[in-house]
């Protein structure tokens, strides 16, 4: 395995590049279908395998800004990208990302950065995925009260629907998500998850994506796409501002877009066979998963964290690739009935 060890020189280690392409193919797998940068991967993947936390954060952001292009223009293609939406997002998130960055900075210099961010992300996905948890369950249980006594099923007003009725000017309509708020909810929401972003070294998917369902009012796969061109963006700009502090492991950052450029295909094209409340259900095991890793890492278990996310990622990725493959199968099958159909009435 000597063979495939590479020196890093900005973080200053050994590193096995399979890991890295494995690393980068599953984050394309599952950020691709998610809509997530897949930092809940990678970040704490690579502090788990030696990184600094401050280098583990800025290699991610810099993968995660090129992995997304490719992920971004096949939604885009689906019709999932609210263009306009991601725009007025990214004018409040670069704010909150460069304020992020100077707050990892000065943890650095205290000589807290690993413990204080390690014990953050540990509440912020613990948080996150049990609302995401919470709104897949309550689904279910309206869908079956709804069954059981033959009516449709009723929500109620959801509480994006209520931050819609704000009306601080300017107002403005989002096509493609189909909704129209207040200009400032947007940008609002875009500097929360920038500041959260910068700090645990994300893209902000893992809490824009529900911000952007359950704030905001965005349908899912539009939320999926949407949140991959703002990944896209401030991934970038994530990298630079990490760049220039040299935290940044470019070398690193290249060989897990290898992985992730074939990975992201496959879990954007997944998205179209599979419905809403599927992905959201997923996504909320996938973060307690990332949180449990983190917790052991922070307990001092180190096999069994970098046990955990690796073989995590795997699966999930396998249940996503083969959700991929069932729905291309039928759409296969539903072709060739309608082809035989077609062909049996000509007769």
């Not at 952001?61 to 991601?86: E, P, Q, W, Y």
């Not at 824009?208 to 359950?214: G, K, V």
């Not at 965005?218 to 991959?228: N, Q, R, Y």
Request: glycine share 12%; hydrophobic share 50%; proline share 3%.
């Amino acid at each position: 395995m000597e063979w495939f060890q590479v020196y890093l020189p900005i973080a200053g280690i050994q590193f096995n590049i399979l890991l890295l392409l494995l690393i980068g193919f599953t984050v394309g797998v599952c950020g691709g279908f998610f809509g997530i940068g897949g930092a809940w991967i990678v970040t704490p993947a690579l502090n788990i395998f030696g990184f600094p936390m401050p280098y583990a954060i800025g290699t991610d952001l810099a993968h995660m800004g090129g992995k997304s292009i490719v992920s971004t223009i096949r939604h885009g293609k689906f019709g999932n990208v609210d263009v306009r939406l991601a725009v007025a997002m990214i004018i409040g998130t670069t704010t909150g990302m460069e304020l992020g960055a100077r707050l990892v900075m000065h943890l650095e210099r205290l000589g807290l950065a690993e413990s204080v961010i390690r014990k953050i992300y540990i509440i912020f996905l613990f948080l996150i995925g049990s609302y995401v948890l919470y709104d897949y369950l309550s689904h279910i249980l309206r869908q079956r009260k709804a069954a059981e006594s033959g009516t449709a099923v009723s929500t109620g007003e959801t509480f994006a629907q209520k931050l819609q009725r704000v009306r601080i000017p300017p107002m403005i309509h989002f096509k493609a998500s189909k909704i129209t708020c207040s200009l400032w909810l947007p940008v609002g929401v875009g500097f929360v998850t920038g500041v959260v972003a910068s700090v645990l070294g994300v893209g902000g998917g893992f809490i824009r994506m529900p911000a952007l369902i359950y704030l905001i009012g965005c349908p899912t796969l539009v939320a999926v796409g949407t949140d991959l061109f703002e990944v896209m963006i401030t991934g970038a700009y994530g990298a630079l501002t990490y760049g220039v502090k040299g935290r940044v492991d470019l070398l690193a950052a290249m060989w897990m877009l290898v992985g992730a450029a074939v990975g992201a295909q496959m879990g954007t094209v997944a998205v179209k066979y599979v419905r809403g409340y599927s992905i959201r259900l997923l996504f909320a095991v996938t973060i307690f998963i990332a949180c449990s890793s983190v917790l052991m890492k922070q307990l001092e278990f180190q096999t069994a964290s970098s046990v955990l996310i690796l073989s995590a990622g795997i699966v999930i990725s396998g249940v996503i690739i083969g959700w991929l493959i069932q729905g291309v199968l039928k759409e296969r099958a539903s072709r060739q009935a309608r082809s035989w159909a077609a062909f049996k009435k000509e007769d």
